[in-house]
């Protein structure tokens, strides 16, 4: 069965509360009230952790709705959708201040109302998607680079890259690859791409060296694979930095070497 949706009503007019909360929950979803700005930010932070906050902006008591939703946003990620009567240019001011998903003008049809809600909670979540991949790119142990495959301009350069590395954003959004990789010119860096760019292969894998911004190189295997952005292609490589397998490789090759000795000499 599927989870009910859950929706805070802040409204200070029992009568309106009472209509809208009805229409709600004969439309699928389960709702609360509160009366003042102060009741919504106990009852968040009290444990009602509601999937989305119809707020309204004129309110008893000292906190108004923007208020109240400037309280909220600060301890909780929930989507806002504010109420009002007063759609003059100061009121939409503060609306646009808040981090809010829009606002339903009261005495609306209750369609549109429910509309306005279907949509802020699709437009919350896809947010949240997008700040969870956002965070799982930028925290990747993995170097990772987005660049565009015809001007080969980096688009979002990882933490890693860029501390490994030792260049700033500012710097890497005016560089490609070919700044970091001094065997390739734009020609054979094409090249090595073509399959990709053709559909014949779904990846190219490589090994190279990249270059610091201080001048020292290190040993790096590269994975480049394309994907599809805002209708646009864009590459994707995640770089391996192979310093820690090249230095184990070359004491097991010390070992052996030593060992090959030391078997030689106790035959003789």
């Known amino acids: 069965m599927q989870k009910r949706e859950k929706i805070l ?36 932070s009290g444990g009602f952790p509601p999937d989305l906050v119809l707020m309204d902006i004129e309110l008893p008591g000292e906190m108004d709705g923007i208020d109240a939703a400037r309280r909220i946003l600060k301890s909780r990620d929930i989507p806002i959708v504010f109420l009002t009567a007063n759609t003059s240019r100061e009121i939409l001011e503060k609306i646009k201040a808040v981090k809010g998903y ?50 080969l301009k980096f688009v979002a350069v990882n933490r890693a890259a860029r501390k490994n590395l030792g260049y700033t954003i500012e710097e890497l959004n005016t560089m490609t690859p070919l700044d970091l990789k001094p065997e390739f010119d734009m020609e054979s860096f094409q090249k090595l791409l073509n399959p990709l760019f053709s559909g014949e292969q779904e990846q190219v894998l490589f090994k190279t060296v990249h270059r610091r911004k201080d001048g020292t190189l290190y040993p ?4 480049v694979q ?19 397998r090249r230095a184990m490789e070359e004491e097991l090759q010390e070992k052996e070497g030593t060992l090959s000795v030391i078997l030689g000499s106790a035959r003789d």
């Open 9 to 44: 009503l802040v409204e200070d007019s029992r009568l309106t509360a009472m209509i809208v909360a009805e229409f709600l929950n004969k439309n699928g979803y389960e709702t609360e009230t509160a009366v003042t700005g102060e009741d919504a930010v106990q009852k968040i």
């Open 102 to 151: 829009g606002f339903v003008v009261k005495g609306t049809d209750k369609y549109a109302l429910l509309s306005t809600v279907e949509m802020a909670l699709k437009l919350h979540e896809a947010n949240t998607h997008a700040r969870m991949f956002e965070r799982l790119f930028e925290n990747s142990l993995n170097e990772l680079y987005i660049f565009h495959p015809k001007s």
């Open 220 to 223: 790096v295997e590269i994975n």
């Open 226 to 244: 394309l994907f599809d952005y805002g209708g646009e292609k864009s590459c994707l490589a995640l770089v391996v930095d192979l310093t820690e």
